[in-house]
């Protein structure tokens, strides 16, 4: 298993099924272990193991049979988003307008919209778990 953490080795995939909305929580033992994406993208292409990632970031190695989608029937349940700046930018109305643009599933935290919304909606972008192909 590939996974994306900070933390060094453990954790676990909350998938749902969005066909029956039955969901599960998968503890993962990771060979390697990286907060980004595209680390883990190429360890997958390469043959370390499975990945879960965006689709967006595995579309073109889908296509090409670069990588297989594992698990085709469900999709991640949380996607950890988190914008960074300095505390005391944190009223500027540049940040402040920023962080009001982004669309409900990533809005402010603590905000009725963000809220509101526990998964993502059909149109956004979802996780996927992916693989190299067998040959």
Known sequence: MLQASAAAGLGSWALERPATGER???EVRARIVSTTPSVLRQAA???AGVALLPDWLVARDLQSKRLRAVLSQWVSTEVSVWALYRRELRGTPGIRA????LPPPL???GA????QRRRP???Q???R???KPEK
């Open 24 to 26: 599960h929580t998968v």
């Open 45 to 47: 292409i390469e043959g």
């Open 98 to 101: 920023f962080l009001e643009a």
């Open 107 to 109: 809005g402010i935290a």
């Open 112 to 115: 009725p919209a963000a809220r």
């Open 121 to 123: 909606p059909p149109s």
């Open 125 to 127: 972008p979802q996780k």
């Open 129 to 131: 778990a992916a693989s």
